[in-house]
């Protein structure tokens, strides 16, 4: 059983501009959440996606976006980027769009903005 | 809105130690509660939850029981092991228009066990 994937795992980027981050889903799973995880913070909720649509969303501008492929891939994407984007992105995958909490995280891409 | 709160670290014991995090929590309606473990070097990892009141979950030694009264969801091993050294993450699942598998956690403990 492959579990979830993500990738860069480290970048750096400068104010302004864009970024993409992608993960790969646990196998059998269909539903893909981003977390957004700021140092000495816990994981925030940015969205999640469940059979390609987005059906959820915190509190997070909309120069953060994403997409989910029909094999349950999913990308994360950052316009903009301000200093404070600076974090770590977490990739969780589950089963159904209802889930039951029980999430299954990737390691994460780690964002630097100067 | 819904918010978890946990004792701040670093909790520092020797091996063999009692291990007591605290966590309470803020919700509407009956959220699912959980712990999820970060290891150094990985991704988080579901440690064991409960899903209604005066539920236990428990896993690897740990204990939690899903308290409504107190609003509290503490997290408890009796004897703790240098490989248990990590960050301890309490969330709660907010039920988010019914559809979204929405987790709100805590800031994170580090506890660190010496040998």
């Known amino acids: 059983e492959t579990g979830v994937t993500q990738s860069p795992t480290h970048l750096i980027k400068t104010r302004g501009q864009q970024v993409t981050l992608r993960c790969s889903s646990q196998?059998?799973?269909?539903?893909v959440s981003w977390y957004q995880q700021a140092l000495g913070q816990g994981p925030q909720f940015i969205f999640q996606?469940?059979?390609?649509?987005?059906?959820g969303r915190g509190n997070f501008p909309p120069r953060f976006s994403g997409l989910q492929f029909p094999n349950y891939s999913s990308e994360l994407n950052v316009n903009a980027l301000e200093l404070d984007d600076s974090a770590l992105y977490l990739c969780?995958?589950?089963?159904?769009?209802?889930?039951?909490?029980?999430?299954?995280f990737g390691e994460g891409s780690r964002l630097t903005v100067l | 809105g819904d918010s978890v709160t946990q004792m701040e670290g670093p909790v520092t014991l020797s091996e063999e130690a009692f291990l007591t995090i605290n966590c309470t929590y803020t919700?509407?309606?009956?959220?699912?509660l959980f712990w999820y473990v970060q290891y150094p070097g990985e991704g988080l990892q579901l440690l064991l939850k409960?899903?209604?009141?005066?539920d236990k979950g428990s896993n690897k030694g740990f204990e939690a029981t899903y308290r409504k009264e107190t609003t509290s969801f503490h997290l408890e091993k009796g004897s703790v092991q240098v490989s248990d050294s990590a960050v301890y993450f309490c969330?709660?699942?907010?039920?988010?228009?019914?559809?979204?598998?929405?987790?709100?956690f805590g800031t994170g403990t580090l506890l660190a066990v010496q040998p």
């Open positions: 996606y469940y059979r390609e649509e987005e059906n």
């Open positions: 919700a509407t309606g009956y959220p699912s």
């Open positions: 969330a709660l699942n907010a039920i988010y228009g019914g559809a979204t598998n929405k987790l709100i």
């Open positions: 969780a995958s589950s089963f159904g769009g209802q889930g039951d909490g029980e999430l299954f």
């Open positions: 196998s059998g799973h269909n539903t």
């Open positions: 409960a899903t209604k009141a005066d």
